[in-house]
C-alpha cells in the first residue's frame, strides 16, 4: 500500500473536501481524486461519498480511517528509528587493561545511562 495515497486519504478525510486536501499536501485536486481512486480499488470499497459540498466517508472510509492514521504514524516512527543520532553509541572494549577502556569507564561515570537498556 503506497503511503502518499493513505496520507492523502487522510487529508481528504480530515478536510472534508479534495481541494482543501490538495491544497494541503501541495498537488492537484485531481491528483487526489486518482490517488484515492487507486485506494479505493485496491481495497474494493468506496471510501468517500461526493457530495455537493464535498467529500463525506463513507461507513468502509470511517472504517479505514483509524487503520489509515496508524499506518501513518508507524512510517514515521521506522523513520525516526534510523535518523542521525537516534540511536544509543555502542563501543565494543575487548581489552580491560587497555587506554581505550580506560576512557571508556571515565565517559560512563561522567554520563551514566539513562537506562539499563541504552548500554
Same mark, same amino acid.
Given at each position: 500500500? @503506497?503511503? @502518499?495515497?493513505?496520507? !492523502?486519504?487522510?487529508?481528504?478525510? @480530515?478536510?472534508?473536501?479534495?481541494? $482543501?486536501?490538495?491544497?494541503?499536501?501541495?498537488?492537484?485536486?485531481?491528483?487526489? &481524486?486518482?490517488?484515492?481512486?487507486?485506494?479505493?480499488?485496491?481495497?474494493?470499497?468506496?471510501?468517500?461519498?461526493?457530495?455537493?459540498?464535498?467529500? $463525506?466517508? !463513507?461507513?468502509?472510509?470511517?472504517?479505514?480511517?483509524?487503520?489509515?492514521? $496508524?499506518?501513518?504514524?508507524?512510517?514515521?516512527?521506522?523513520?525516526?528509528?534510523?535518523?542521525?543520532? &537516534?540511536?544509543?553509541?555502542?563501543? @565494543?572494549?575487548?581489552?580491560?587493561?587497555?587506554?581505550?577502556?580506560?576512557?571508556?569507564?571515565?565517559?560512563?561515570?561522567?554520563?551514566?545511562?539513562? &537506562?539499563? &537498556?541504552?548500554?
Amino acid at each position: 500500500m @503506497d503511503l @502518499d495515497t493513505v496520507r !492523502t486519504f487522510v487529508a481528504a478525510a @480530515d478536510a472534508g473536501q479534495f481541494q $482543501e486536501a490538495a491544497a494541503e499536501l501541495a498537488i492537484t485536486q485531481q491528483a487526489v &481524486s486518482k490517488r484515492i481512486a487507486v485506494l479505493e480499488r485496491n481495497l474494493g470499497v468506496r471510501l468517500f461519498t461526493r457530495t455537493a459540498r464535498g467529500a $463525506e466517508l !463513507t461507513i468502509d472510509g470511517q472504517a479505514f480511517l483509524p487503520h489509515a492514521r $496508524e499506518l501513518l504514524r508507524v512510517a514515521e516512527r521506522a523513520v525516526a528509528s534510523v535518523r542521525a543520532g &537516534s540511536r544509543p553509541l555502542r563501543v @565494543d572494549v575487548i581489552a580491560s587493561r587497555s587506554a581505550a577502556s580506560g576512557l571508556m569507564r571515565g565517559f560512563h561515570r561522567a554520563y551514566p545511562p539513562r &537506562s539499563s &537498556s541504552t548500554w
